[in-house]
């Protein structure tokens, strides 16, 4: 990250784990008080979120203070299953930039919807955080890519029909072996 780069970055919520739907309520709240923390005449030059209610915070700050939006998801362990957390903010239009592990790397299209980076490795994010920030048409389209990728990808129907076709697959591939009846009752 360049020297002097100004981050307003978002808390990412909650110190404990609560189910978002419990935390959508207190929205209006959050994004107000957000707001009023961060808008004095220090100008930034990136939002940065790396939680749910983050990201939706950012997206109107991005908005109220013309600045480009970043979410990552960079403080995972050595091992995350999915990263639903950026898929929510691609469909969002937002590029982003999570720790190359696991489930995230098939989530994110590596210079398409956003950047994976080496897990613990501040330095890479903030690389990546100042290339997106100098370039705000670079950031614009990997936010759209992100939506496009989303919208073909992580529906729930797509998602649905492809758990279908597993099993179908896996049905015809298994096996058939004749056995007799299982008995509940012990012969006389």
């Given at each position: 990250m360049r020297p002097g780069m100004r981050v307003l970055h978002v808390p990412a919520g909650p110190?404990?784990?609560?189910?978002?739907?419990?935390?959508?309520?207190?929205?209006?709240?959050?994004?107000?008080?957000t707001l009023q923390l961060f808008?004095?005449?220090?100008?930034?030059?990136?939002?940065?979120?790396?939680?749910?209610?983050?990201?939706?915070?950012?997206?109107?700050?991005k908005s109220l203070l013309s600045l480009p939006l970043v979410v990552t998801f960079h403080?995972?362990?050595?091992?995350?299953?999915?990263g639903i957390t950026l898929l929510e903010a691609m469909a969002c239009g937002t590029p982003v930039i999570g720790s190359d592990v696991g489930g995230i790397r098939y989530s994110v299209a590596d210079g398409v919807t956003g950047y994976p980076v080496p897990p613990r490795d501040p330095g890479a994010l903030a690389r990546r955080l100042d290339d997106l920030r100098?370039?705000?048409?670079?950031?614009?389209?990997?936010?759209?890519?992100?939506?496009?990728?989303?919208?073909?990808?992580?529906?729930?129907?797509?998602?649905?029909?492809?758990?279908?076709?597993?099993?179908?697959?896996?049905?015809?591939?298994?096996?058939?072996?004749?056995?007799?009846p299982l008995r509940l009752v012990p012969r006389s």
């Open positions: 110190p404990q784990a609560i189910p978002k739907e419990r935390l959508l309520p207190h929205m209006t709240e959050f994004g107000a008080a808008r004095h005449r220090v100008p930034y030059d990136v939002v940065h979120a790396n939680f749910f209610m983050s990201a939706l915070v950012g997206l109107q700050l403080s995972t362990p050595w091992y995350e299953p999915f100098a370039n705000p048409a670079l950031a614009e389209a990997l936010g759209r890519a992100g939506v496009c990728r989303v919208r073909s990808r992580f529906t729930w129907d797509r998602v649905a029909r492809q758990v279908i076709d597993v099993y179908r697959s896996a049905a015809r591939h298994r096996a058939f072996t004749p056995r007799p």
